[in-house]
């Protein structure tokens, strides 16, 4: 299992700073913080009612839509 936050934040500095897309960062950024209020992280963040990876991101991708 591996926290891929720091990865999808990472893209959101591209969209930012090298792509010159700031509302597409913010779009991720809010996705990511919209999956971890909604209950979802990964078991390096707390092993309770953790998910996978794979469930995170997928939780991210959703709450860009």
């Not at 090298?18 to 913080?33: F, Q, S």
Request: proline share 5%; aromatic share 6%; no cysteine.
């Amino acid at each position: 299992i591996a926290n891929p936050i720091a990865t999808i934040l990472s893209g959101a500095l591209l969209f930012q700073h090298h792509w010159g897309k700031p509302e597409l960062a913010r779009k991720i950024r809010h996705a990511v913080r919209a999956a971890l209020n909604a209950g979802y992280h990964t078991i390096d963040i707390d092993p309770e009612n953790a998910v996978s990876t794979e469930e995170f991101t997928t939780q991210v991708i959703e709450h860009l839509a």
